[in-house]
Nanobody
Framework: QVTLVESGGGLVQPGGSLRLSCVAS????????LGWYRQAPGKQRDLVAS???????NYGDSVKGRFTISRDNAKNTVYLQMNSLKPEDAAVYYC???????????????WGQGTQVTVSS
């Protein structure tokens, strides 16, 4: 079994910054693609950013130039640096990972429990 645990959410004023972290633990052979998604009340869950094991990043249009995704493969950890936060960035942020639990197995997709980000003055 694999567990993803997010941290770093909280309350921040518009224009402020937060850094989210997500650690994958458990029966892991290799963590492949990692991503951050967010879901605001009454809305669908959308991709914020993703990153391949090799470091190739992809961003949702609404966060380009403000958010940066990075990862530490040795620590099975992904980060999301969020700058210039806007009220519309408020949501529950979820970590997502494609994980191989064995060299014999294909990727299986996992979700974290989510961390709340509130942007308000």
């Amino acid at each position: 079994q694999v567990t993803l645990v997010e941290s770093g959410g909280g309350l921040v004023q518009p224009g402020g910054s937060l850094r989210l972290s997500c650690v994958a633990s458990g029966s892991i052979f290799r963590v492949n693609n990692l991503g951050w998604y967010r879901q605001a009340p009454g809305k669908q869950r959308d991709l914020v950013a993703s990153i391949t094991r090799g470091g190739l990043a992809n961003y949702g249009d609404s966060v380009k130039g403000r958010f940066t995704i990075s990862r530490d493969n040795a620590k099975n950890t992904v980060y999301l640096q969020m700058n210039s936060l806007k009220p519309e960035d408020a949501a529950v942020y979820y970590c997502n990972a494609d994980v191989q639990t064995s060299i014999l197995y294909n990727n299986r997709n996992y979700w974290g429990q989510g961390t709340q980000v509130t942007v308000s003055s």
